[in-house]
């Protein structure tokens, strides 16, 4: 694609946060469907369905399915950003044990990863290259996962819920990801 059509691309995904009617150009060869219609083919569980419709509420209809899935990244970002800040705040509670303050240092470490990841995820969508894009997503879900894996013996903490959340945000983008690249 070209410079001004990626331009118009790029703030047409900005726009698509805040306002439901944007028309963009595009990648080559990329599917265009409703909001609904890339949740339902993208989803492989009720729970997924569910979170696809609540990140693509404001996502502009009919549209190109890079800008669904560059949403889906974008709310997986923010939410690592969220996840980790709360950690670290977990972190500040000087009555921890060792092994629970362990568990939270590793969880900022890995959501560190995966945010970095589903950046990449972002530029790469935006940019019609297709190299890694599944493969970072796969590699985000791995390090949630990881940290899911640490706090399995503190099932009472915070970050427990949240990170089965964290979870599905790389699965959903990974399967929004797939209806352009092919599973
Ligand atoms: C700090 O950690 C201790 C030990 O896990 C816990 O009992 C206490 O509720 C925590 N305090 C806060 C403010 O979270």
Same mark, same amino acid.
């Given at each position: 694609?070209?410079?001004?059509?990626?331009?118009?691309?790029?703030?047409?995904?900005?726009?698509?946060?805040?306002?439901?009617?944007?028309?963009?150009?595009?990648?080559?060869?990329?599917?265009?469907?409703?909001?609904?219609?890339?949740?339902?083919?993208?989803?492989?569980?009720?729970?997924?369905?569910?979170?696809?419709?609540?990140?693509?509420?404001?996502?502009?209809?009919?549209?190109?399915?890079?800008?669904?899935?560059?949403?889906?990244?974008?709310?997986?970002?923010?939410? *690592?950003?969220?996840?980790?800040?709360?950690?670290?705040?977990?972190?500040?509670?000087?009555?921890?044990?060792?092994?629970?303050?362990?568990?939270?240092?590793?969880?900022?470490?890995? *959501?560190?990863?995966?945010?970095?990841?589903?950046?990449?995820?972002?530029?790469?969508?935006?940019?019609?290259? *297709?190299?890694?894009?599944?493969?970072?997503?796969?590699?985000?879900?791995?390090?949630?996962?990881?940290?899911?894996?640490?706090?399995?013996?503190?099932?009472?903490?915070?970050?427990?819920?949240?990170?089965?959340?964290?979870?599905?945000?790389?699965?959903?983008?990974?399967?929004?990801?797939?209806?352009?690249?092919?599973?």
């Amino acid at each position: 694609m070209t410079r001004a059509s990626a331009t118009g691309f790029l703030a047409g995904v900005a726009m698509a946060f805040a306002v439901a009617a944007v028309v963009v150009d595009g990648c080559d060869n990329v599917p265009s469907m409703s909001m609904d219609d890339a949740c339902l083919k993208a989803s492989t569980s009720q729970p997924l369905l569910r979170l696809c419709h609540s990140e693509l509420l404001n996502a502009p209809d009919s549209d190109e399915v890079t800008v669904y899935a560059v949403i889906s990244a974008k709310s997986a970002q923010w939410a *690592y950003e969220a996840s980790s800040q709360a950690a670290t705040g977990l972190l500040g509670n000087a009555s921890l044990a060792g092994d629970e303050r362990a568990a939270y240092e590793a969880c900022v470490a890995r *959501y560190a990863s995966a945010r970095t990841r589903v950046m990449a995820v972002q530029s790469q969508l935006l940019e019609c290259s *297709y190299a890694s894009p599944k493969q970072e997503l796969i590699h985000a879900r791995v390090d949630v996962e990881a940290c899911g894996g640490e706090l399995s013996r503190f099932t009472a903490s915070p970050l427990y819920a949240i990170n089965a959340d964290d979870q599905l945000k790389a699965t959903l983008a990974y399967e929004l990801t797939g209806l352009i690249i092919g599973k």
